[in-house]
């Protein structure tokens, strides 16, 4: 495809039916702060292709790979082993280049997969029904929003300790459609805030947002929460970072969630240094399907009553009129839904519990370690799965964790991070331990900690 420019005739007469004044006007969202406002330093305006490869490999050379040192980081993103063969299979050049399957009667091993896939979300939700995935974690937790509040024709939402990013992209939508958001911070407690949760419903809550685990790590009673969120005719959304905790613990359908929806990244694909990840997104009562966004596959059988699938609801705007679309979102994590429901297969449900119980195994020996250190308190108590915090007391996690890094050891992810100028939250360090970490990684983080804090 031949690519072919516009003439400044062309941009002025699109900017003049925008009502744009210029280029920039375009931008004005955007934090002046991450704008910028001249050639990217250290990059030559030109240089030839051997060249700008050296250059991207000295660039490369500078990071930290998540095999590379002891890895305890998590907060959304989890490092853990992923079979040769899903890296394998997902190459193939039938599922590598597949798109998009408009055309159902020639994409039906695609249309196959993503039935598997919405099959195995469905369960592990325990949900009637999954969509064929979203974009991540962050915009399927905003578009469950979005259909709560269309559902039940409010704009209250009440949110609990979720992960900030998950909380600013929806404050972030919220600004156009109006609803109202009411966070709910969290605090170096063993209480996952159940409590002040429930009493922020009110009658004109379209629905409660509630991480399980929560983002320190904690196991809110989901049953208790969506009892006070039914009894105000609101919906409960639970969000799920960690999917392999659910190879243990009770699935949030079970528990009475609404909607759930979550981050996939676990399952088959790798950290990446921050994506592509997978947006899973079910709901719990059939009766909900329609205002789902995204689209579902289904099966069926073709007029000689052979078994065939199609693509059954494609709600997003591409499809149907636009003000009819109940979501933007264009497009599906295919090829990440792919590796998902690949290493889901590998694993089973046995293969699943078995791993869960090896995390939860590795945490509580780390957690155990750790909190034994003087200086270091274990704010979680028992309630965790292979995520946990710790309080440094007296000191700043961020500090310690940047020289934590400087030892070859990532240890963590700080509450000051992710909550910038929340004085309370400062001491917070967030610790995941999964499969991938030995009990000599746990040992060398925890001398490495004690050392640091002397």
Excluded at 417 to 435: C, D, H
Aim: glycine share 10%; proline share 4%.
């Amino acid at each position: 495809m031949r690519y072919l420019p516009l003439t400044p005739s062309d941009r002025t007469e699109m900017l003049s039916a925008i009502g744009a004044s210029d280029i920039d006007a375009l931008f004005t969202d955007v934090p002046s702060e991450h704008l910028l406002d001249g050639p990217i330093e250290g990059l030559a305006p030109h240089a030839s292709e051997m060249a700008v490869e050296q250059h991207m490999k000295r660039l490369a050379a500078k990071n930290k790979a998540a095999g590379d040192v002891p890895f305890f980081l998590g907060a959304g993103a989890y490092r853990h082993h992923i079979p040769a063969s899903v890296d394998h299979l997902i190459q193939r050049g039938e599922f590598l280049t597949a798109y998009t399957p408009y055309q159902p009667e020639i994409a039906q091993g695609t249309l196959q997969m993503l039935f598997e896939f919405q099959t195995q979300v469905a369960r592990l939700y325990g949900c009637a029904v999954a969509n064929a995935s979203m974009y991540d974690g962050s915009t399927a937790c905003w578009e469950a929003i979005a259909m709560a509040t269309r559902v039940k024709r409010r704009g209250g939402v009440v949110i609990g300790p979720v992960h900030p990013h998950y909380v600013s992209t929806a404050e972030t939508m919220a600004r156009f459609t109006g609803d109202r958001i009411h966070k709910i911070m969290p605090d170096l407690d063993a209480d996952p805030n159940e409590d002040a949760i429930i009493a922020a419903i009110d009658d004109q809550t379209a629905c409660v947002v509630v991480q399980y685990p929560d983002i320190l790590g904690r196991v809110p009673d989901l049953a208790k929460i969506a009892e006070a969120a039914h009894e105000k005719g609101a919906l409960l959304i639970a969000v799920n970072t960690e999917p392999v905790a659910l190879g243990l613990l009770e699935s949030p359908g079970a528990l009475g969630a609404d909607i759930v929806v979550g981050e996939g990244q676990s399952i088959g694909l790798g950290l990446n240094f921050g994506g592509p990840y997978l947006g899973l997104f079910a709901v719990r009562d059939t009766k909900l399907v329609r205002q789902m966004p995204g689209r579902l596959c289904g099966e069926t059988v073709d007029a000689e009553g052979k078994r065939g699938f199609v693509l059954t609801l494609s709600t997003r705007e591409q499809h149907i009129r636009r003000e009819k679309a109940t979501s933007n979102i264009c497009t599906n994590s295919g090829l990440c839904a792919l590796a998902f429901s690949i290493h889901m297969t590998l694993l089973g449900g046995e293969g699943l519990g078995k791993l869960a119980r090896i995390n939860h195994a590795r945490a509580r020996q780390a957690a155990d370690k750790l909190s034994a250190i003087d200086g270091v308190e274990l704010v979680n108590g028992q309630g965790f799965f292979n995520e946990f915090t710790l309080r440094l007391i007296g000191k700043d996690a961020r500090e310690v964790a940047l020289a934590l890094s400087r030892c070859d050891i990532l240890g963590g992810v700080s509450l000051g991070r992710l909550y910038p100028g929340v004085a309370e939250l400062e001491e917070g360090l967030i610790v995941a331990v999964t499969e991938t970490c030995s009990a000599e990684d746990i040992e060398a983080f925890a001398a490495a900690l004690a050392e640091e804090l002397s």
